[in-house]
């Protein structure tokens, strides 16, 4: 990975300090900053304050931004930067940003760069030298995990799920055997095709799936992949934004000796807790049966 370089200056402005850089002295700043994903006032107030202060906001869909910008009073110019632009108009953005020009990234909704434009942007800026900040708010990836009830201390995002058949049978096969939190995202369209397919690999694995997250009609579901299909099943029609949460599979656990496992941790230094949140990522021990094991092999007390 490239180290960013840090523009040479003999004083260095904070982070904290989101005004114009517009003298034309230093390089500007890009800020990554999330909206929100529904309910527009989940938006931050250091977010607001940002949008107001920037020289330009770079939009996924102008018209859609300016629904929260002009509920905040922001009349900062904003340009659109979507997947189909990305490319084309990060150079410029990048040229004005090197002349002294502060912009704000966003999206539609949530963070930039997740499964949305704006890792193109972000990924020259930092090449070119460009200070990039977070603003860091709303996600539908993180909402949809604190609420599922499922140990996420481990988890892996894997964006949208396929749309061919036989890929979606890959993708559901794949998260079977990993002992991971799998989260992911699928439109209203496909989500009952979607559920059969899990359902049939993935048994009675528990899934959550939250739909129109912050919205009017959130709505949280929880059981097996069978279970929330029948729910969804008996409605007129399915609507919203989806994200779904995948309880972890066994992994390797039905072919791996706990106490082999454990000792082989240990000989490479994990301990204690550590150990036995290893011991289910690598292998789907269980994390107390783990740490059980580990204390034994210490020679400490389990009780």
Known sequence: MKATQAPRRRTRRR?????????GELPGILFVVATPIGNLDDITVRAIDVLKKVNFIACEDTRRSRILLDKFQISTKCISLH????????????QRLAHGESCALISDAGTPAISDPGMLLVDEAQEAGIKVVPIPGPSALMAALSVSGIDCSTFVFRGFIPRRTQDRVAFFEDIAGDPRVAVMFESPKRIMAVLRIAAEILGDRIVVLAREITKVHEEILRGAPAEVEQELGARDAIQGEICLVVAPGRGQSVDVDPQVAVRELMEQGYTGKRLANEAQRRYGIKKSAAYETFLKLNGQKTA
């Open 15 to 23: 982070t904290e300090d989101t005004g114009n850089h517009n003298t």
């Open 83 to 94: 997947r189909f632009t990305e490319r084309k108009k990060a150079d410029k953005i990048i």
